[in-house]
């Protein structure tokens, strides 16, 4: 049953994306795409193999620039859609005078996002710094601060004490997140060497170290046990709860996507299709036809059984399409 409640997502909103259109060539990979992120929601973008997920969050997070569209970053609760207008007639990139910070990401180079805009993402394929510890990796995320205290290198080569102290507190925030993500004990082991769900969970405390507005977060249970699939679910609650952090995730585990999101948004061919809560949405029979690529008989059977990990539908390849 639906309920008539302004769904946070509509009132209290941490990210816009408005009509985002991406093409490679004559390939449509996002197409008209609206949504809201509600702030400290997990949300969750779904939908099947293809359908455009990757190519939203490159857009959010600046690996690509969208061919249209408009995605506004808002710090602050109190941010006016008249002052996303305002400032998009501009021909600014942000806004970030007092309280009530906006950021029109689709202006903004990646490195800008990530450090300004506090927009922190992890990816499908880990991207670790393999050779360096795991804390070094989470100190090389601080960077900007830490030259920032040095005075752009100066003040780190002399060790004066202002870069002393901010290193310091590089060192203890790191710290902090690698006891949150259990790995405190491989502090100093090169990422490479360690498991795979632990090299999953530093890139999630590495992105932290950036102290995000919204984590990024794409596909982070992939290949992960149950047991790690639990911990993370707990570790995502945990963050959304007590950092202030909103998360944005892409995941094919229903059984993560179920559990833990607040809102979900599934995508086919470049499409919205549904968005609405986790509840509303697994039992939407367009979006499991949808998204498991099945015939109708088989509608009902998955339906018993959503609560299971539904890994990868299949769906049919689309045209090959040129880079961008
Ligand atoms: N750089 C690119 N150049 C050309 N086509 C691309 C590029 N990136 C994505 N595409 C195409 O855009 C479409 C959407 O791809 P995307 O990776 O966003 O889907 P997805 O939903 O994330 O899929 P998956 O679940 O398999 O990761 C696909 O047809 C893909 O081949």
Known sequence: MKTNRARNWDRNVVLSVEHLTMRFGGL????????????GDITALIGPNGAGKTTVFNCVTGFYKPTEGRIAMRHGAGVSQDQIEALTRTGRQYDDDGDHRVFLLERMPDFEISKRAKVARTFQNIRLFGGMTALEN???AQHNPLMIASSMTVGGILNLPGYRKARGEAIDFAAYWLEKTGLIDRADDPAADLPYGAQRRLEIARAMCIRPHLLCLDEPAAGLNP????????????????????ILL???????????SDHVIVLDYGQKIADDTADEVKND????????????????????????????????????????
């Open 28 to 39: 449509v990979a996002v197409n008209d795409l609206s949504f809201n992120v509600g702030r």
């Open 138 to 140: 989470l100190l090389v």
């Open 227 to 246: 047991r790690e699939s639990t911990e993370l679910n707990e570790l995502l609650q945990y963050i959304r709860k007590d950092h202030d952090t909103s």
């Open 250 to 260: 892409i995941e094919h585990d229903m059984g993560v996507v179920m559990e833990i």
């Open 285 to 324: 029979p367009k979006v499991i036809s949808a998204y498991l690529g099945v015939d109708e008989d088989e509608v009902a059977a998955i339906e018993e059984s959503i609560d299971m990990p539904v890994h990868h539908a299949k769906h049919s390849q689309r045209d090959e399409g040129g880079q961008p």
